[in-house]
């Protein structure tokens, strides 16, 4: 499985910015997919996921700013970012989980990471 990640850039507090993370397969075979991000110095954190059945779940500190979907027909999960503060400059991941149920197990898939820079 190979995600990409696409969509990174820089843009002044209080743009907006849209990532688009594309799978190799088919997304609806994975329990959920999200973005993480990776600020310098600081560890990867979850900043928001879906599930298979569309159920998002969102990080505090981006609540009603960050949107996240997805497009099973295109195999594509979407991030869309508004309001952004200097604070969301990260380098944004694209994750995808399958979990077996049976085993108690998940495996995550990784894309490659894009650049979000945001000026003051």
């Known amino acids: 499985v190979q995600l990409q990640a696409s969509g990174g850039g820089w843009v002044q507090a209080g743009g907006s910015l849209r990532l688009s993370c594309a799978a190799s397969?088919?997304?609806?075979?994975?329990?959920?997919m999200g973005w993480y991000r990776q600020a310098p110095g600081k560890q990867r954190e979850l900043v928001a996921g879906?599930?298979?059945?569309?159920?998002?779940n969102y990080a505090d500190s981006v609540k009603g700013r960050f949107t996240i979907s997805r497009d099973n027909a295109a195999n594509t999960v979407n991030l869309q970012m508004n309001s952004l503060k200097p604070e969301d400059t990260a380098v944004y991941y694209c994750?995808?989980?399958?979990?077996?149920?049976?085993?108690?197990?998940?495996?995550?898939?990784w894309g490659q990471g894009t650049l979000v820079t945001v000026s003051s």
């Open positions: 994750n995808a989980g399958v979990v077996n149920d049976f085993l108690g197990t998940r495996y995550d898939y």
């Open positions: 879906i599930s298979s059945v569309g159920v998002t």
């Open positions: 397969q088919r997304i609806s075979r994975f329990n959920d």
